[in-house]
């Protein structure tokens, strides 16, 4: 994980004077737990999850506030913020502000969509098939969130159907069982930062 990160900072900025990374893939494919860890590596780098974006009204339709809030002021070198959603509260909390970093993780479903795609440094995507992903969602979440797992699945297909991330991703993330695989994407060009495999365990290889 150290090497991607490495590989990371040496990207030229994408957001002002933010290396923007996209996490995107299928809820429930492991977005959060990996940006997490990539995070660690970066030495605490900031995650804005799209959870925190999105609401129950607007699953999707969210790409205004994210632009508003977080795009614009670091575009400009300034910070940044966000007014996280509670959802079971079903309302937004107090803003909450987000400096700008040299690297800053954005993970959720849509983080590759095509109105952030020029801000991004590389785009990220969790390979992990679609109904595996749902299906470790739903158990994830348990029966309470059923009806909400219903309404989302059909919201996610025309969001992708619509506006696919994945033929934009510079990396695919592949989820093996002593740490992660990091292969080259369907919208990656060759270059010195071009990731080849990824474990996080002690016998990493490129």
Same mark, same amino acid.
């Given at each position: 994980m150290r090497d991607? #990160? #490495?590989?990371?900072r040496r990207l030229p900025p994408s957001l002002g004077p933010v290396r923007l990374i996209g996490v995107d893939g299928h809820a429930g494919s492991g977005k959060?737990?990996?940006?997490?860890?990539? #995070?660690?590596?970066?030495?605490?780098?900031?995650?804005l999850h799209?959870?925190?974006? &999105?609401?129950? +009204?607007?699953?999707?339709a969210w790409t205004d506030?994210?632009?508003?809030?977080?795009?614009?002021?670091?575009?400009?070198? +300034?910070?940044?913020? %966000?007014?996280?959603?509670?959802?079971?509260a079903r309302a937004f909390a107090a803003p909450r502000p987000?400096? &700008?970093?040299?690297?800053?993780?954005?993970e959720g479903v849509g983080a590759g969509r095509r109105e952030l795609r020029?801000?991004? #440094?590389?785009?990220?995507?969790? +390979?992990?098939p679609r109904e595996e992903?749902? &299906?470790r969602g739903r158990l994830r979440d348990g029966a309470e969130q059923r009806e909400f797992w219903d309404g989302w699945v059909e919201a996610e297909r025309?969001?992708?159907?619509?506006?696919?991330? %994945?033929?934009?991703?510079?990396?695919?993330?592949?989820?093996t069982p002593v740490g992660y695989e990091v292969l080259p994407g369907p919208g990656s060009t060759p270059g010195p930062d071009q990731t080849v495999t990824l474990s996080d365990g002690p016998s990493a290889m490129w």
């Open positions: 991607l #990160a #490495a590989r990371l959060s737990t990996f940006a997490g860890r990539l #995070a660690a590596a970066l030495d605490g780098a900031p995650v799209l959870d925190d974006i &999105a609401s129950h +009204e607007q699953l999707f506030r994210l632009l508003t809030q977080v795009i614009g002021p670091l575009a400009r070198g +300034e910070s940044g913020y %966000y007014t996280p959603y509670d959802w079971r987000l400096p &700008a970093a040299p690297v800053m993780l954005l020029p801000h991004l #440094a590389r785009l990220l995507w969790m +390979e992990l992903s749902w &299906a025309a969001h992708f159907a619509a506006d696919p991330s %994945y033929p934009h991703a510079d990396l695919l993330v592949t989820q």
